[in-house]
């Protein structure tokens, strides 16, 4: 049997993800002092861990760090919605990653930004080219077969203290990295802390907002991001069912 920790930031993304698990849900007290609970599910052998952060890198990294000092985790899948960094991913587009860049985590030096992974200093142009700033999984225990589906792929995820709100500030991000397909808020302090424990990841997250040139963002996030969360959710399933 294996425990699966499914964290997620908003309340809409958690409530699409529980309507579609089977059974009753316990209680599970993670810390009285901060009022940090989760759901768990049985799910055929398995034991599934639901948990909604609130957004933002800070949230995600406190909630996870505080949950796998308590539960022993197998695996830990972020779920949710991010904004577009392509201009051919539509609403409902499924970015599966297991690998992340936060983008604000950088040196601001002379010769030019240099972006690291968090803890890491770079002060010269001779650490900059020794250093990789992607935040890679160790090797996955879940797989998932996406040949059958176009509207889910595989792509590097940046995540940053940010919500981006702009056409503009989209594209800076997507030069960022050639494989950078979408942008969060939670995904590299998921990446980070995972990877401290030694515990794979995987970010699901669905195209909420798409990268346009008429700044419609913000009303892309508003409309679709129950449609979005509920393509998530469903996706999530999908994960699970491929659990040895």
């Known amino acids: 049997m294996s425990s699966i920790l499914i964290m997620c930031a908003l309340p809409q993304e958690k409530e699409a993800l529980t309507s579609e698990l089977k059974g009753d849900a316990t209680d599970v007290v993670i810390s009285e002092t901060f009022g940090l609970k989760a759901l768990k599910y049985q799910y055929g052998e398995h034991q599934i861990f639901v948990k909604e952060t609130g957004m933002g890198n800070v949230n995600a990294g406190i909630g996870l760090a ?83 589906n ?47 424990a030694g515990i794979p990841f995987i970010i699901a997250k669905t195209v909420s907002d798409r990268l346009l040139p008429d700044g419609s963002i913000e009303s892309d996030f508003t409309l679709f991001l129950e449609e979005a969360s509920k393509n998530a959710a469903m996706v999530t399933l999908k994960l699970l069912e491929s659990l040895d």
């Not at 500030?169 to 590299?188: F, G, P």
């Open 66 to 148: 505080m949950i796998l000092e308590k539960i022993d985790m197998d695996q830990v899948i972020l779920i949710g919605v991010g904004g577009a960094l392509r201009s051919d991913l539509k609403i409902g587009d499924m970015i599966i990653s297991d690998a992340v860049l936060q983008h604000d985590y950088l040196s601001s030096l002379d010769f030019g930004d240099c972006r690291m992974q968090p803890g890491a200093l770079i002060l010269n142009p001779e650490d900059n080219a020794a250093h990789d700033p992607i935040i890679q999984s160790t090797p996955l225990k879940i797989k998932l077969d996406l040949s059958e």
């Open 150 to 196: 176009s509207d889910i792929l595989r792509g590097l995820v940046l995540s940053g203290s940010e919500f981006v709100g702009t056409t503009k500030r989209k594209n800076e991000l997507a030069k960022l990295h050639k494989d950078a397909m979408l942008v969060d808020m939670e995904a590299s302090a998921i990446g980070y802390v995972a990877n401290k």
